[in-house]
């Protein structure tokens, strides 16, 4: 169990692909729905309910692939350098949900400035009170202190590699053998990639939990406007770097 086949990882490949056109449906919805029906927090809470779903339903189909196939989700083949180099625990910071929420506020105060000092009201995350403000502040805390334990239990996992049957192995092999397997090697590749996913299951967790905790802070509106923007970022992000792969000859 210790290699992760090729027709593994076309799954993991395509749970990935899958997720991005997923992103792209909902992104879609989600100004359609602004756009049809401005006001109707009814029909908002229903399209954001729906985006959650989604979340979930891709941690689970992660959870379900990570045990055999962690290190892969660790450093994604599928995914761009730029998107890589910006992973933790494989994926994004919980509290970079947040940081983007404080990003949105300040933009839309900004751009919007005038008209509020005139006593126009939108309704939008630059009108956040004082009291959601207190709560994502909260939130924050809390998220930070979070990510700091599972941060640790990947540092401390990262260490052990110096004492676990695998450094006693390689201690063992003449200059000939370096790198061979065997049936010990496999045991300690997949008792490590159990412990990898494990970790990859929490901060799942953490991530969906953060997601739900913020939204429901916000007003629908609101929770419409920073999905749009969440949304966005993302696949941004990952178009940004297949250019950016493709400009240095990566793919």
Not at 244 to 251: F, L, M, P, T
Request: proline residues 3%; charged residues 25%; hydrophobic residues 40%.
């Amino acid at each position: 169990m210790a290699t992760t086949s090729s027709s593994e990882e076309s799954r993991l490949h395509c749970c990935f692909e899958n997720w991005i056109i997923q992103q792209q449906n909902d992104l879609r919805e989600l100004l359609q729905t602004l756009k049809d029906s401005p006001g109707d927090d009814k029909k908002f809470c229903l399209v954001i309910q729906k985006s959650i779903l989604h979340f979930e339903q891709y941690y689970e189909e992660r959870a379900a692939l990570a045990p055999a196939n962690a290190p892969f989700l660790f450093a994604p083949p599928w995914c761009t350098s730029f998107e890589n180099s910006h992973l933790w625990i494989a994926g994004c910071r919980p509290s970079l949900a947040i940081r983007l929420i404080y990003t949105l506020s300040g933009s839309q105060i900004e751009s919007h400035l005038t008209e509020y000092l005139q006593g126009v009201r939108r309704g939008n995350l630059g009108e956040l009170t004082c009291e959601q403000l207190g709560l994502v502040n909260d939130l924050q805390c809390k998220i930070y202190k979070e990510e700091e334990k599972l941060s640790n239990k990947m540092a401390s996992m990262q260490e052990d590699i110096a004492d676990d049957p695998l450094a006693l192995i390689a201690n063992e092999f003449d200059s000939g053998r370096v790198g061979e397997s065997n049936d010990d090697v496999d045991r300690a590749l997949d008792a490590h990639s159990l412990a990898l996913a494990t970790i990859l299951k929490d901060a799942d967790k953490l991530r969906l939990s953060t997601l739900k905790e913020l939204l429901a802070i916000l007003t629908p509106f609101q929770a419409i406007d920073y999905l749009i923007a969440a949304k966005k970022l993302h696949l941004s992000m990952h178009e940004w770097g297949k250019r950016r792969d493709q400009q240095h000859g990566s793919i």
